[in-house]
Nanobody, 128 residues
Framework: QVQLMESRGGSVQAGGSLRLSCAAS????????MGWFRQRPGKEREGVAS?????????YHADSVKGRFTISRDNAENTVFLQMNALQPEDTAMYYC????????????????????WGQGTEVTVSS
């Protein structure tokens, strides 16, 4: 049974930073895709960033976070990190970690349907 353990989110003021982590366990594949989605109040779930764990290519970042958020990985620990800088009130959302058993690359779009396993979500609040 695949499990995704997300770190706690938090509350920051605009311009601040937060770092999320997500550790995967209970799977047998050595390579897989992991990503972060978010769901803002009243909005659909959207892909934020993804990266191929077990590989060495860069990650994909949505245009809305490019230049502010960075996804990275620890292949040995099957863990991905989302460093979020220059946070804005519009980044306030529930953030979800997700895992796909398939490949993803820097040019991959993120569709929720592509991902097989989901974390429970962690809340990020940015105040102005």
């Amino acid at each position: 049974q695949v499990q995704l353990m997300e770190s706690r989110g938090g509350s920051v003021q605009a311009g601040g930073s937060l770092r999320l982590s997500c550790a995967a366990s209970g799977h047998t594949q050595k390579t897989f895709c992991m990503g972060w989605f978010r769901q803002r109040p009243g909005k659909e779930r959207e892909g934020v960033a993804s990266i191929y764990v077990g590989g060495d290519a860069g990650g994909y970042h949505a245009d809305s976070v490019k230049g502010r958020f960075t996804i990275s990985r620890d292949n040995a620990e099957n863990t991905v990190f989302l460093q979020m800088n220059a946070l804005q009130p519009e980044d306030t959302a529930m953030y979800y970690c997700a895992l796909s058993i398939y490949y993803c690359g820097p040019g991959s779009d993120m569709s929720p349907a592509y991902f097989d396993y989901w974390g429970q979500g962690t809340e990020v609040t940015v105040s102005s």
